[in-house]
């Protein structure tokens, strides 16, 4: 099936940026909707935002909105997420979700799931 392999992530400052890849391999990511959780320390995993096959909808958590960006770009298979502004309480592991399910929802299956890959923001 899809294989999922996030990268980007790394040490940023409080109200820095950082833009987050995901590249698909072994099927098209077009066929997908593409979605971004993230798991901080003692937290359970949580929604991000996701967006549809041809990018006609995105949703975005509230604790996220107006400060990050997810967008895709199915020629090339990636799917990205820029982050703005970001707090410390974005320190999470980031990782990146396909879906084969219809619409963007939080609580959409999402059946294919990449490695996660480490942001941490110092306050």
């Known amino acids: 099936q899809v294989q999922l392999v996030e990268s980007g992530g790394g040490l940023v400052q409080a109200g820095g940026s950082l833009r987050l890849s995901c590249t698909a391999s072994?099927?098209?990511?077009?066929?997908?909707?593409m979605g971004w959780f993230r798991q901080a320390p003692g937290k359970e995993r949580e929604f991000v935002a996701a967006t549809s096959r041809r990018s006609l909808t995105t949703n975005y958590a509230d604790s996220v909105k107006g400060r990050f960006t997810i967008s895709r770009d199915n020629a090339n298979n990636t799917g990205y997420l820029q982050m703005d502004s970001l707090k410390a309480e974005d320190t999470a592991v980031y990782y990146c979700?396909?879906?084969?399910?219809?619409?963007?929802?939080?609580?959409?299956?999402?059946?294919?799931w990449g490695q996660g890959t480490q942001v941490t923001v110092s306050s």
């Open positions: 072994g099927r098209p990511l077009r066929n997908y909707v």
């Open positions: 979700a396909a879906s084969q399910e219809n619409g963007v929802p939080a609580t959409a299956r999402y059946n294919y």
